[in-house]
């Protein structure tokens, strides 16, 4: 249950990323929003004041769907605005209004917020068209987090030099922190031609998350981020497709690119093993979770590659299984991740369809009026069959681009 209701909070909050076609799936939403009252009453109330369970929330939740098929999403208003229009702009157009009657005061206060409303509108209509025509639309892309390096590796003297933000070399310290062994041998292995790296320890993508590989972030302590890296796979009869899988990102760098001509943000990261997906004993993989097992090659060296930092698609958050505080860590290879939460909106609606089909009026009869259990492997393998689904109707990940 406490999956069910993660993912209806995230399909509240991001159900604008998924595609047109789920966000008008009406029936879905509406009974899914009947599920989360049903099983909140058969698994958490207890038929008294012990648990905030009043009326008008109950009765709210259930208009949920209806709200949805108004609005589109429910991000597309604000249940606050209300009590602040009344506290600002009514009680301050009401002094000029004349207190001569009900009648009379709601008429001239109403009036007025009625005029001012419209002229805000039609100011806000003037500065977009003044936007759109003064400023062209550029496309967003990735960026380095500063313009400085903040560690350069001359491959011929084999030094390491930390960099300030003015470009002025400081000294190798506790602070700084250092590029380790393991990273600037990757380095040399996948690009030999380069004699000069500027390490750079953050970049910030298209969608304006940033992405850290830093060896001691802000004096806090070593923060290497992990990201979906987007692979191409060549199919049977000649066709590519793309599936991501989530890597370590150790550090970022600038490349020549010989085909535009300009400068490209790559990136070193360490992949996981695809063939892991689902392989782990000790930790089995949920509706939200994945586990996988960082690669790792027959001398315990991590398996490394250098990318544009453009296949990378978002950010998502792993865990080792076993925290360390080395960079690799091959005796506890694993890790655990997390799905997108957009993700998780999706896998809500995938999850309104086993339960609309499982708890039908004719099972739930055969079941003697019990709902069907949300922690079965009937339920978890029906709802991961309805969210596989979802590549193939071109669904992109990133929320920024829906």
């Not at 960099?163 to 070399?169: G, Y």
Request: proline letters at 5%; glycine letters at 4%; charged letters at 20%.
């Amino acid at each position: 249950f406490l999956e069910y209701v993660l993912c209806y909070h995230a399909f509240c909050r991001y159900s604008w990323s998924l595609p047109v076609f789920l966000q008008q799936s009406y029936d879905n939403i509406m009974a899914g929003n009947r599920f989360v009252v049903e099983y909140f009453q058969k698994l958490i109330y207890r038929g008294n004041a012990t648990i905030d369970s009043r009326f008008p929330k109950i009765h709210a939740q259930c208009r949920m769907g209806v709200n949805t098929q108004a609005l589109n999403t429910v991000m597309n208003f604000c249940c606050e605005t209300g009590e602040r229009l009344l506290k600002t702009e009514a009680k301050g157009i009401s002094r000029t209004a004349q207190q001569r009657g009900n009648s009379t005061f709601l008429t001239q206060t109403m009036s007025r917020l009625q005029d001012r409303l419209v002229l805000d509108c039609f100011a806000t209509y003037l500065e977009s068209k003044e936007t759109n025509r003064d400023t062209p639309f550029v496309e967003p892309v990735d960026h380095l987090g500063r313009s400085s390096p903040h560690f350069v590796y001359d491959v011929d003297t084999q030094l390491i030099h930390a960099m300030s933000r003015k470009n002025t070399p400081i000294p190798l310290d506790d602070r700084s922190g250092s590029l380790t062994s393991e990273v600037v041998n990757a380095l040399k292995k996948h690009e030999p031609q380069m004699k000069i790296f500027e390490i750079f320890n953050e970049v910030i993508l298209r969608d304006k998350s940033r992405l850290r590989a830093s060896p001691n972030y802000a004096n806090s302590g070593p923060w290497y981020d992990y990201a979906n890296v987007s692979w191409e796979k060549e199919a049977n009869q000649g066709t590519e497709t793309y599936y991501l899988l989530p890597a370590k990102c150790l550090c970022f760098f600038q490349k020549h690119n010989p085909g535009t001509g300009t400068p490209e943000i790559m990136a070193l990261i360490h992949t996981v093993d695809e063939s892991s997906e689902g392989k782990c004993r000790s930790h089995p993989d949920t509706l939200l979770t994945r586990n996988y097992r960082m690669q790792y090659n027959n001398k315990r060296e991590p398996v490394t590659h250098v990318v544009p930092v453009a296949s990378m698609d978002s950010c998502i958050r792993c865990f080792p299984h076993v925290p360390s505080k080395r960079l690799f860590d091959a005796q506890s290879p694993w890790i655990l991740c997390l799905l997108p939460r957009n993700h998780w909106a999706y896998m809500w609606m995938a999850m309104n369809e086993v339960l609309s089909e499982c708890n039908s009026a004719e099972k739930i009869q055969h079941r003697k009026g019990r709902l069907i259990g949300l922690s079965g492997n009937h339920y978890h393998s029906k709802t991961m069959f309805y969210f596989v689904e979802v590549p193939s109707n071109g669904w992109n990940t990133n929320m920024s681009r829906g």
